[in-house]
């Protein structure tokens, strides 16, 4: 591997970039920092119409009418479209990406509050606004479910009567570990901690809100959308199979996307709606949802209410962790996660500790709020799993009065049991728990602190220092296992190097800011020596794009990366063979020197790639059955997943009088094996500390019990800005993952997991004089005060 | 209604209606779309542009109040083909993820330079605070405006 | 993103021109200052208004801080960021850069002004309580001629003010007198949030015995909430903890706030107290110190 070292200040010729891996700057920024990034909203096409929609402004409600002739009326209105005209054209309802159905446009009821109720087509986007005033709705309202603990009592409303012989607000059970081996555990156990802990519902809130421009061409009878996706390849599929449209009359693109964090992985009414409007009216639709849209409708996160328990020895050897947990899907379930796993990868939730034993059992259930469940960088509920278990670790740290970082130390699953199977069956590829743990406590100064919170509580000043200690496990999937909605989540990829010794990559995953396009140049380029300047990466669209999952649940470079790698090599591997007839030798007597081939034992020998690219497209024969051209195509199966883990250590100051909380300082140790590009790394990581900081301490959705959603914008739903957040301090330990072609392991959502529990675990530290083991985030002021005056409610 | 102003340094007049938000006017009306939006309530800032000088959110300014006035947006930056400092800071040191908010953090940013060409760290913080990066965690866009100072500090000196 | 309901837009040269378009349009219209209020409120048509009169180019004329010797007149169009930065008011109150640094952001404060934020009257907003702590009087100007109201008469119950549909607020003065100092504290979820509680204190000293004291606070009741009583409480006595601790409990008990996704009641009570003895403390160690 190459590594190259950090560039030096100062203004430095772009030429001089890294062959391989290292930190390398963006190829992508040029554009963004012009203000030449090409968004969904930014595209603008002749003669096209503005779509907007009306949302319920209530949560449960049978629909008696719809007068729309008010809005037809208007002199700007092209259409109007109530569920009733889709209903009449089957497209009413469309399947989620867990096999239940959503409303297009309310038929019969609505079911949240902001769910789709009728859509107006008209010249500009203020008409459109406009015209929504004048539909008039005549609502018969309903009590709505709010509360989801009540939600499956007898004679609770029913919401989802669309089912037929549906009795119950029950969504789906789920179960994983052994019940009957935890509780034999559990009974010998010297200790037993139990805690309620809720991860309330929160929102990933990009920054740029869903949209699409859907643009019907009749005559060849194709539709290109331009969307908010970072999935396009399973979004075209699930067009197809909703409108009809044969699928290679369908052309999907995502261009720059402002931010996804598995908000833009549904596919959301708003986009069917305008692909509705498009083919019906044969004008290119634009919709793009504004704030308070994006907030109450569009794919939530979270919701789980948790009973943890942990068992363990009196001298801290833990035993067992058991749990029950109920989780809100809202009206329907459009959670996104592969189909054989409904509570995504939930079942992590034994974290990194080496247990006896571990059980878990959910139900989920409908209520009257929006659809949703996975998303905000959650790798697939992982979140919730490692929330779980950090939280209940430091519950039984305080119970035993222990050191968390020792607890943890004492109880890490050690090298040597790699591959290692868990108690709840996921086989954890490679791991080095304890130097990532005594880096994070090196650097952050971890006894020091203790000394210093011991000085300060004596003075009655409080300060919390965090421990949490993740395991991911990203890279879905294996396809035998996992899934969405049939399509298996493999991805292609697809190399050609141009006669000159230029290339372009074509990857199937979606960047929404991760990078792609120069992580996957670095990725080729090192794999196959072009500079990645030379090499062009495209995605997002799928005309122009192998098939594959898309960009979510960290699973870029684990799949896509190996991907790019293995198709690079697949090149590499006939450009050897060219190589040896050019240089007229075997191709075994040939060495790769990243760049060149050159003969064994004589370095004077040898042919560029460039060289060797031209040759492949140039006159003259080629080694006998080699065709012309320098060019690949796979697609890659991984065998398991990746687990990348880490340690995070935060200090924080807890106001006595107020009750605000301040992060002083925060360290994060990642382990993503093999590292591409250090400085996207750990911008990566940067952001998912702030979410960790904006979940533990800000960001909830809120309800109130009539079903209004109280966090329809960003007045409300509180995101952190550069005053909340610390200067971010990172490290690394490198342990690659064993079957992945480069060892890489995903990092995109690592800190989004590992860091709420982290900021949480502070708090509670910090109030430790108040005898406070566990209080709910989101931690503000006013319900840190409460815990310290004994009163822990939880947010819902 | 008319409306007339300077844009980037360039006179502009346009039919517009009263209620046209200047975030609107600057993207639908005259294309410049580096100008973003992302959220109804003056909350996120990724529709910073300057008016008469001073970093305003677009989204919160109607078209017609910046009748008369001078507009500036990420386009106007770059002059001659020369980067501003600050564009060529957020590129050096990973300002930028998505580049959604980067528009509007690029122009704070310049504003803030001009008044204060050695700001610390908190001095940054708390300009750029009124503005929403969901992707950076904000570390490296407070390097960023540092390498631009630092940059321009030695272009003095030199 | 969501738009405003369509409006006739005016644009105001001066007061008398603002003054006449009010007249003519009567409450069909509404002034237009920095916007950040209103203009948020009519884009989710929460507000929504035939006519709405610009009055950025009364800037010029209603732009200004002057200090005379026995008060400060600050003209109503005074932007945010030129409060923070007007040396010779944060000397007289250094109240106003404390709060300044936390209402809103440093954008927003670009354009907000100090009589849109007054005439806006937000139970949370921070310069209301600013002005009720510094006992501020407000002039009000229509055809007829000009009215002063104090700031307890200048805020009639949430988003209410005394000013009529055909005037206009141009002025704000704040008395000036020797000897004392003023801070602010305010409790936020978050950097640019609306105050959970909010607090201003302005406090005298007559050698080692307060002569008068003030306190403002936003966020817990109907309007900005002035305590007389914490006045008459601390009048006369050498300021100490346990004064000020008894002047916050004054200040809990005196207030009613509600309990909101920012907080309970009871913890903005507690708040109310808290706060209030940090300001009048920071008042006394500001007057020790001379600033």
């Known amino acids: 591997m190459t590594a190259v070292e950090d560039r030096p200040a100062g203004f430095v010729d772009n030429d ?138 007898p004679g609770a409303p029913l919401i989802r009567d669309d089912l037929e ?62 969307t908010t996706s970072q999935a396009p390849h399973a979004h075209r599929t699930v067009y197809a199979l909703v409108s009809g449209l044969p699928e290679h009359k369908i052309r999907v693109i995502a261009p720059d996307i402002g931010g996804g964090f598995g908000n833009k992985v549904p596919i959301y009414p708003g ?79 034994t974290g990194s500790y080496d247990l006896e034993a ?55 699953i050690q090298p040597d049991q790699f591959p290692y199977t868990s108690k709840t069956g996921w086989v954890y590829d490679s791991g080095d728990y304890e130097p990532a743990m005594r880096l994070a406590m090196d650097m952050i100064g971890y006894d020091e602190l203790r000394k210093e919170q011991a000085e300060k509580r004596a003075k009655g000043e409080l300060m919390g220092i965090g421990i949490s200690f993740f395991t991911e496990a990203v890279g879905a999937g294996p396809r035998k296992d996992m899934d969405i909605l049939g399509l298996g989540m493999a991805d292609g990829s697809e190399l050609r190097i141009h006669p000159t010794g230029k290339a372009v990559l074509r990857v199937s995953c979606m960047s929404q800011g991760q990078g792609h396009e120069t992580t996957y140049a670095q990725i080729v380029a090192e794999e196959i020596g072009i500079p990645p300047a030379d090499i062009q990466v495209v995605n997002g669209d799928t005309d122009n794009t192998p098939f594959g999952l898309g960009t979510y649940g960290s699973r870029s470079t684990p799949v896509s990366g190996a991907a790019a790698a293995l198709v690079a090599r697949k090149v590499r591997d006939k450009a050897q063979i060219i190589a040896s007839g050019m240089l007229e030798v075997s191709v075994a007597d040939l060495e790769w020197d990243k760049g060149s081939f050159h003969v064994k034992g004589d370095p004077s020998k040898s042919v560029t790639i460039q060289a060797i690219a031209m040759r492949a497209h140039g006159a003259g024969d080629l080694p006998e059955g080699i065709e012309g051209g320098l060019e690949a195509q796979i697609c890659y199966n991984p065998s398991n997943l990746t687990y990348p883990f880490g340690a995070y250590i935060c200090v924080v100051d807890v106001d006595p009088g107020t009750a605000q909380v301040k992060v002083r300082r925060f360290v994060a140790v990642d382990d993503c094996g093999t590292r591409i590009n250090p400085m996207i790394i750990e911008g990566q990581v940067h952001g998912g500390l702030t979410d960790g900081v904006g979940m533990a301490l800000m960001e909830m959705i809120s309800f109130d019990e009539d079903g209004n959603c109280l966090s329809g914008s960003l007045m409300d739903y509180l995101i952190p800005t550069a005053l909340e957040v610390p200067e971010w301090e990172t490290g690394y330990t ?41 209080a709910d985030m989101p931690l503000t002021p006013s319900r840190v005060w409460e815990a310290m005056q004994g009163r822990t409610r939880p947010p819902i | 209604m008319q409306v007339s102003m300077t844009v980037n340094g360039a006179p502009v007049t346009e039919e517009i209606e009263g209620r046209m938000l200047l975030v609107h006017f600057l993207r639908d009306q005259l294309r410049l779309t580096g100008t973003h939006w992302g959220c109804d309530t003056s909350n996120c800032g990724t529709c910073v542009v300057w008016m008469d000088g001073e970093p305003v959110k677009s989204c919160t300014v109607l078209a017609a109040m910046a009748g008369g006035r ?89 | 993103m969501q738009v405003p309901a369509p409006f006739e837009y005016a644009r105001a040269g001066n007061v008398a021109e603002a003054i006449g378009l009010l007249e003519r349009l009567g409450s069909s219209a509404k002034l237009v200052a920095g916007g950040h209020s209103l203009l948020p409120m009519m884009k989710l048509r929460l507000a929504n208004f035939e006519y709405l009169i610009d009055i950025n180019d009364l800037h010029g004329e209603l732009g200004y801080i002057t200090v005379a010797s026995d008060q400060i007149r600050i003209g109503a169009m005074t932007r945010h960021r030129e409060l923070l930065e007007s ?91 020797a000897g004392g100092s003023s801070a602010y504290e305010k409790v936020e979820r978050r950097a640019g949030d609306w105050a959970v509680v909010s607090c201003g204190a302005a406090l ?55 309990t909101d996704l920012r907080g309970t009641e009871e913890y903005k009570r507690h708040l109310a107290g808290e706060l209030t003895r940090r300001t009048l403390s920071t008042c006394v160690a500001r007057i020790k110190q001379g600033v």
Request: aromatic share 6%.
């Open chain 1, 358 to 412: 571990a059980y878990c059992k959910m139900t989920a259930v409908y209520t009257n709020k929006a659809p949703g469940g996975v998303a905000y960088a959650c790798s697939f509920r992982i979140t919730e799993a490692v929330y779980l278990v950090e939280r209940i670790v430091d519950c039984l740290a305080y119970q035993l009065d222990m050191d968390p970082a020792e607890l943890r130390l004492k109880n890490f």
């Open chain 1, 16 to 153: 001089q970039k890294p062959v391989g891996y290292g930190r390398m700057l963006r190829k992508e920024d040029p554009r963004f920092i012009r203000g030449m990034g090409r968004y969904v909203d930014d595209i603008n096409l002749p003669g096209m119409l503005h779509l907007a929609i009306l949302r319920s402004p209530v949560a449960h409600a049978r629909i008696i009418s719809i007068d729309t002739r008010a809005a037809e009326a208007h002199p700007k209105v092209k259409a109007v479209v109530t569920g009733a005209i889709l209903a009449e054209k089957g497209l009413a309802w469309m399947p989620t990406l867990s096999n239940d159905v959503q409303a297009v446009l309310a038929t019969d009821k609505v079911r949240f509050q902001g769910q789709e109720v009728a859509f107006v087509v008209a010249e500009d986007r203020y008409a459109a606004r406009d015209a929504l005033e004048l539909i008039e709705v005549e609502y018969d309202i309903l009590d709505p479910v709010m509360d989801v603990r009540k939600a499956l009592e």
């Open chain 3, 204 to 258: 005298w000293m007559d050698g080692g015995t307060i002569a008068e004291a003030r306190v403002g606070l936003a966020a817990v009741g109907p309007n900005t909430t002035g305590i007389p009583a914490i006045g008459e409480l601390l009048r006369g006595k050498a300021p100490s903890d346990e004064l000020f601790r008894e002047a916050g409990a004054l200040a809990s008990s005196s207030c009613s706030p509600v």
């Open chain 2, 70 to 158: 001078e507009v500036r947006t990420v386009e106007g930056l770059e002059q001659d083909g020369v980067l501003d400092p600050v564009q060529q800071g957020f590129m050096e040191c990973h300002g930028l993820q998505c580049g959604f908010c980067t528009p509007g953090m690029i122009m704070t940013a310049r504003a803030l330079l001009d008044r204060n060409p050695d700001p610390s760290d908190g001095e940054i913080r708390e300009a750029i605070s009124g503005q929403i990066c969901r992707c950076t965690g904000y570390t490296t866009i407070v390097r960023s405006v540092k390498w631009a100072a630092a940059y321009e500090a030695a272009q003095v000196t030199s």
């Open chain 3, 87 to 177: 040396a010779p008011l944060l000397a007289a109150f250094p109240i106003f850069r404390d709060a300044e640094h936390v209402i809103a952001d440093p954008v927003v404060r670009n354009r907000g002004t100090l009589g849109g934020s007054l005439c806006q009257a937000d139970p949370s907003e921070d310069l209301s309580a600013v002005c009720t702590t510094l006992d501020a009087s407000c002039v009000i100007q229509g055809s007829g001629g000009q009215r002063v109201v104090s700031m307890a008469e200048f805020h009639r119950g949430p988003y209410e003010t005394a000013v009529g549909d055909d005037e206009l607020l141009i002025e704000i003065r704040l008395p000036l007198r």
């Open chain 1, 271 to 349: 986009y069917v709606c305008a692909i509705v409007a498009s083919l019906v009216i044969g004008k290119p639709v634009k919709w793009t949802e504004d704030r308070s849209e994006n907030l109450v409708s569009t794919g939530f996160a979270r919701d789980y209410i948790m009973r943890g328990e942990i068992a363990a020895t009196k001298d801290g050897k833990i035993l067992a962790i058991r749990t029950n947990v109920l989780a809100d899907h809202g009206a329907f379930n459009g959670t996104a996660a592969p189909i054989k796993y409904p509570a995504g990868f939930f079942g992590v939730f």
């Open chain 1, 734 to 774: 490198v342990t690659p993952s064993p079957h992945h072609p480069i060892g890489a392991k995903g990092v995109g959502e690592s800190a989004t997991v590992g860091s709420p529990p982290c900021v949480v675990n502070a708090v509670m530290d910090a109030l430790k004089p108040f005898k406070v083991r566990h």
């Open chain 1, 165 to 226: 012989g549906k009795k119950d607000n029950h969504c789906f059970d789920w179960e994983t570990g052994d019940a009957a081996a935890t509780e034999a555990v559990f009974a010998k156990a010297d200790v037993v901690v139990s805690e309620d802990i809720v991860y309330p519902r929160v929102h990933p809130a990009p920054m740029e809100t869903c949209g699409c421009v859907a643009d019907f061409e009749r005559v060849e009878g194709k539709l290109t959308l331009w």
